[in-house]
């Protein structure tokens, strides 16, 4: 079992940046790939990020490449998300998820655990 809290959520303003933690309960949080997804209002969840369990590999969505930087510190429990030169069209809640698969992962039934997610909203 694996418990996910994310933290780091906020209003911003667009260009503007943020970083959100995902801390992990449990002692396996290394053998779990993780990733990022959002969702907006009105709008189906979309992955945004997924980082294997090492950290050796990551993906991101094209809607954020070049933006988005996905890591994680095993020692810490804990994932990130750093997003810059955010737009107003990244407002959404964001979740964090562990997925029992060591790779990268970017589908969103291949994920066992969710956290509850957090908000974060752009302003133009």
């Known amino acids: 079992q694996v418990q996910l809290v994310e933290s780091g959520g906020g209003l911003v303003q667009a260009g503007g940046s943020l970083r959100l933690s995902c801390a992990a309960s449990?002692?396996?949080?290394?053998?779990?790939?993780m990733g990022w997804f959002r969702q907006a209002p009105g709008k189906e969840r979309e992955f945004v990020a997924a980082?294997?369990?090492?950290?050796?590999?990551?993906y991101n969505a094209d809607s954020v490449k070049g933006r988005f930087t996905i890591s994680r510190d095993n020692a810490k429990n804990t994932m990130y998300l750093q997003m810059d030169s955010l737009k107003p069209e990244d407002t959404a809640v964001y979740y964090c998820?562990?997925?029992?698969?060591?790779?990268?992962?970017?589908?969103?039934?291949?994920?066992?655990?969710w956290g509850q997610g957090t908000q974060v909203t752009v302003s133009s």
């Open positions: 998820a562990a997925s029992r698969w060591a790779r990268v992962v970017t589908a969103g039934n291949e994920y066992d655990y």
């Open positions: 449990g002692r396996t949080f290394s053998s779990y790939a």
């Open positions: 980082i294997s369990w090492s950290g050796s590999s990551t």
